[in-house]
């Protein structure tokens, strides 16, 4: 079964520190991952997409990594402001066997609360 | 771009009646819509998929019946809950994609259905 899990839950940190988030993935075949950032009571926002080749991509003050062996993911946020106060969500994307065109599947993890205080 | 919109961003209907919800893309066409529901802390599970002009797939143990989806045209999907009960109470989020070969999926801002 497809699954995917993000750690932590949820998470507290002062404005302005890093943090780091963690999904992993039991996703097969993979075709790519993607970090979604969801404010509450919206929808969410993609923030980057790994395919199997990448290990490193940044976009501002996020970097996501990618380990396709351990099947792992980390979305790193640094110099965090109050306005990163969201939920982060790994979802990951793949191709069913004898599929055909346009056959994805997105499987969604739970998600991790990032609450940014002053 | 690429800004997808739904229509009413809450709602709170009684028990037994029904609610349409809209999805619209507004600056592209949409090959596919897909709607999710997202109960509180919760991951967004698919319910369905819709391609303009057919009949949408459900999701394994979502009823069709209760849950009726219309796709009209390239950039407008509806979905209504009908009968609806308060344990159809959440968060309904639609996106859109343009491209058939593309796993990119745009976003709603999703709609609060709150069933007394």
């Known amino acids: 079964k497809n699954q995917v899990e993000q750690s932590p839950q949820s998470l507290i940190i002062l404005e302005g520190k890093n943090c780091t988030l963690q999904c992993n993935y039991t996703v097969s075949p993979f075709s790519n991952l993607r970090w979604y950032k969801q404010d509450t009571g919206r929808g969410p926002v993609s923030l980057t997409i790994?395919?199997?080749?990448?290990n490193t991509k940044s976009n501002g003050r996020y970097t996501a990594t990618l380990d396709a062996d351990t099947k792992q993911s980390s979305l790193h946020i640094t110099a965090s402001q109050l306005s990163d106060s969201a939920s982060y969500i790994c979802v990951v994307i793949n191709v069913p066997a004898y599929s055909g065109a346009g056959s994805y599947q997105l499987t969604f993890g739970k998600g991790t609360k990032l609450s940014v205080i002053p | 771009g690429a800004v997808v919109s739904q229509h009413p961003s809450r709602v709170i209907c009684k028990s037994g009646t029904s609610v349409k919800i809209e999805c619209r893309s507004l600056?592209?066409?949409?090959?596919?819509m897909f709607w999710y529901r997202q109960f509180p802390k919760q991951s967004l599970m698919l319910m369905a998929t819709s391609n303009e002009g057919s009949k949408a797939t459900y999701e394994q143990g979502v009823e069709k019946d209760k849950f009726l989806i219309n796709h009209a045209s390239l950039t407008l999907s509806t979905l209504t809950v009908t009968s609806a009960h308060p344990e159809d109470s959440s968060f309904y989020i639609c996106?859109?994609?343009?491209?058939?070969?593309?796993?990119?999926?745009?976003f709603g801002p999703g709609t609060r259905l709150t069933v007394t």
């Open positions: 790994m395919t199997f080749s990448e």
């Open positions: 996106s859109a994609r343009i491209l058939l070969d593309s796993a990119e999926q745009y």
């Open positions: 600056d592209f066409q949409a090959t596919t």
